[in-house]
């Protein structure tokens, strides 16, 4: 049970903008196989999408303090990030599980006023899928 509170929060933390990786963990244990696969893979996706959700939360309520002279964008990084989004809109999000680039993909689609249901399809199809790839790229399907 350890192992799988393990594989959430590293999940869960590998979502949110911390530089966490959480495929070595994922992948320790389904070579090991002490869990079935499919319990694994539901474990991570849990995680890495309930992190991505707090991402899309922060953005969803980060103008609120735009006026804040700590707020950490400027003007020119928000409009950049709409201008991005509203040009490539939520098709986007079919790219939050790759590393570096789809943590603040997920930040801007709340931002951006991105309806929750169709941000949690999308994300959950994509962090899901990138777990079962990986799962069947080691042979543990």
Request: aromatic residues 14%; hydrophobic residues 55%.
């Amino acid at each position: 049970m350890l192992s799988l509170t393990g594989l959430f929060f590293s999940a869960f933390i590998a979502a949110t903008l911390l530089p966490v990786q959480s495929e070595a963990v994922l992948t320790l244990l389904l070579v090991g196989g002490d869990y079935s696969a499919s319990s694994l893979l539901l474990v991570a996706t849990a995680g890495n999408v309930l992190g991505a959700l707090v991402n899309w939360m922060i953005g969803r309520f980060l103008m609120r303090y735009a006026a804040h002279p700590r707020f950490p964008f400027s003007g020119a990084q928000i409009c950049r990030a709409e201008r991005f989004y509203g040009r490539v809109g939520w098709v986007s999000l079919f790219a939050s599980w790759v590393p570096l680039i789809g943590d603040p993909i997920t930040v801007v689609a709340g931002l951006m006023r991105e309806p929750l249901w169709r941000f949690l399809l999308v994300v959950t199809f994509a962090k899901g899928g990138r777990y079962l790839i990986l799962a069947w790229l080691i042979g543990a399907l």
